[in-house]
Nanobody, 121 residues
Framework: QVQLVEAGGGLVQAGGSLRLACAAS????????IGWYRQDPGKQRELVAG???????NYEDYVKGRFNLSRDNAKNTVYLQMNSLKPEDTAVYYC???????????????WGQGTQVTVSS
């Protein structure tokens, strides 16, 4: 089994910062892409940012310049530094990882349980 455990959510005022962390554990041979989605009630889940095993990152336009994603491959952990937060960033943030459990195994997508981020105006 593979588990993704998120930490770092909370309540912050607009303009503030939060740092989310996601640690992957369990039966892991390798992790390809790992990143974050978010979902506000009544809305579809949307991609925030992702990072490949080689360190290439992609950010959705609404977080570019404000959020920074980094990865510690040795710890199977990814960090999302969120700066200049806006009320519209309020959502449950989900960690997602494409994981292979075996040397020649296929990659499967795993999700964390989510962590709430609330930005007050």
């Amino acid at each position: 089994q593979v588990q993704l455990v998120e930490a770092g959510g909370g309540l912050v005022q607009a303009g503030g910062s939060l740092r989310l962390a996601c640690a992957a554990s369990g039966s892991i041979f390798s992790i390809n892409s790992i990143g974050w989605y978010r979902q506000d009630p009544g809305k579809q889940r949307e991609l925030v940012a992702g990072i490949t095993s080689g360190g290439s990152t992609n950010y959705e336009d609404y977080v570019k310049g404000r959020f920074n994603l980094s990865r510690d491959n040795a710890k199977n952990t990814v960090y999302l530094q969120m700066n200049s937060l806006k009320p519209e960033d309020t959502a449950v943030y989900y960690c997602v990882a494409d994981v292979s459990r075996f040397l020649s195994g296929s990659y499967y997508r795993y999700w964390g349980q989510g962590t709430q981020v609330t930005v007050s105006s």
